[in-house]
Structure formats: structure tokens, C-alpha cells
């Protein structure tokens, strides 16, 4: 049975060991929204690239 979830793209960098894409689902926009909102607020606010770094790149709407 299809069910529609709300995905959010991250991207991940850690000096000396590279970066990594990945996604993480969730049942509503709020709680994906919420995720991204705390990842920009947690990483977002920096003039140069630190050691350890989150991004979301994208949050869409995916049917599974």
C-alpha cells in the first residue's frame, strides 16, 4: 500500500573524513519542516566552513 512521506535531503561534511548524502522521512510537513528548521538554526550560521556541518538541500513530498 502507498503511503506519502514528507523527505528531507541532507548533506554532511566532516573535515578529514569527507562528506555523505542521505534523507530522512517523516509522517507530516511540520516534523520535516521542524528537522530542516533546526539543522539551519543548529549549522546555518556560519562565515566559513567548520569541522562538522549539516545541510538540508531539499524537502519533498514522496509517495512509498
Do not use: C
Not at 556560519?46 to 512509498?64: G, H, S, W
Amino acid at each position: 500500500m502507498a503511503k506519502t512521506v514528507f523527505r528531507v535531503h541532507v548533506y554532511e561534511s566532516e573535515r578529514g573524513w569527507g562528506s555523505d548524502e542521505w534523507h530522512r522521512d517523516f509522517d507530516t510537513r511540520d516534523e520535516a519542516q521542524a528537522f530542516w528548521d533546526d539543522l539551519e538554526k543548529t549549522y546555518g550560521n556560519f562565515d566559513q566552513a567548520p569541522d562538522f556541518y549539516m545541510v538540508p538541500r531539499k524537502l519533498e513530498e514522496v509517495t512509498i
